[in-house]
């Protein structure tokens, strides 16, 4: 099946801002990478950069959401399900030598303060994520899901940060063995 242009250029860009972030990644290396036609960009695109990223941050948090959603819910608990989600993470880091971390904390600590449409972007995508992980643990009966959810959700963005700055995942490792302590209760 043949990708259309429009959806190679989001899928590029959004790979190529997981690994190097926004300000790194060019038009040219999109266009060049995706092999769309250079004046598809702005036809798909009209603002630019700016839209791309936007519909690259929106494609990348729609598949960070239904992996974790997957993983989660194929978990025997919730416990094994936050640390299913944690562990996904690890993998990736890993198998990308440490160039793929967050597919949004990068653009957001570069262009949240500077471009408000980006700023919201973000801002959904790390809401999405949270209602996700807090439905999840409201299924499972878990007290004050919001509040543990944004406490995983924050965790796992430091430990990414660290690991990937210290090539090492031992600060995603030891994030999995503080998953009992973040949710001491079992249904």
């Known amino acids: 099946m043949t990708i259309p242009p429009r959806q190679k250029m989001i899928e590029t860009m959004a790979r190529l801002m997981q690994s190097q972030g926004y300000r790194n990644t060019g038009l040219n290396q999109v266009l060049a990478e995706s092999g769309a036609p250079k004046g598809s960009l702005y036809h798909y695109f009209p603002g630019g950069k700016e839209a791309l990223a936007i519909a690259a941050l929106e494609h990348s948090t729609r598949l960070v959401a239904e992996r974790m959603g997957a993983l989660a819910a194929s978990a025997a608990s919730p416990r094994q399900g936050l640390i299913a989600v944690v562990e ?8 990308s030598s ?3 971390g967050c597919p949004v904390a990068t653009v957001t600590l570069e ?7 980006i700023q919201q972007a973000c801002a959904r995508a790390f809401g999405l994520w949270l209602d996700v992980l807090a439905g999840y643990l ?6 004050h899901p919001e509040q543990r959810a944004e406490s995983l959700v924050m965790a796992l ?5 660290l690991s990937r700055a210290q090539r090492d995942c031992a600060p995603l490792r030891r994030l999995v063995q503080s998953v009992p302590v973040m949710l001491p209760q079992e249904v």
């Open 138 to 143: 409201n299924q499972h009966g878990i007290a």
């Open 88 to 95: 996904a993470f690890i993998f990736d880091l890993e198998q």
């Open 98 to 100: 440490f160039q793929k």
């Open 111 to 117: 262009e949240a303060a500077q471009s408000p449409a």
């Open 157 to 161: 963005e430091g430990a990414l940060i």
